[in-house]
Nanobody, 125 residues
Framework: QVQLVESGGGLVQAGGSLRLSCVLS????????MGWFRQVPGKEREFVAA????????YSADSVKDRFSISRDNAKSTVYLQMNSLKPEDTAVYFC??????????????????WGQGTQVTVSS
């Protein structure tokens, strides 16, 4: 069974940076496309970024495109989300997600089979 464990969240001032990490265990990491979503209480989960199993293709939401970057290290079974120039509106719980590489890389919430527990990111103004 796939397990995803996120780390790296916390409190940061506006304009600061954080790097989130997510480790996949239980299966071969390179068999999965990976991604990040976020959620604010009372709102639906929002796509942030995704990366293909080999790292050659990435997608980012328009709201974070010039500030966040997604990467992966298949040797470490880890996906990263580097977040720069953080804004108060980036405050949310961030979830790591995975889906099998046999599917097309996607931004759609329901296409991801595995979700981590989430890590809180709070950006103060």
């Amino acid at each position: 069974q796939v397990q995803l464990v996120e780390s790296g969240g916390g409190l940061v001032q506006a304009g600061g940076s954080l790097r989130l990490s997510c480790v996949l265990s239980g299966r071969t990491f390179s068999n999965y496309h990976m991604g990040w979503f976020r959620q604010v209480p009372g709102k639906e989960r929002e796509f942030v970024a995704a990366i293909s199993w080999g790292g050659g293709t990435t997608y980012s939401a328009d709201s974070v495109k010039d500030r966040f970057s997604i990467s992966r290290d298949n040797a470490k079974s880890t996906v990263y989300l580097q977040m720069n120039s953080l804004k108060p509106e980036d405050t949310a719980v961030y979830f790591c997600v995975a889906t099998t590489r046999q599917t097309t890389l996607t931004t759609l919430t329901f296409r991801y089979d595995y979700w981590g527990q989430g890590t809180q990111v709070t950006v103060s103004s």
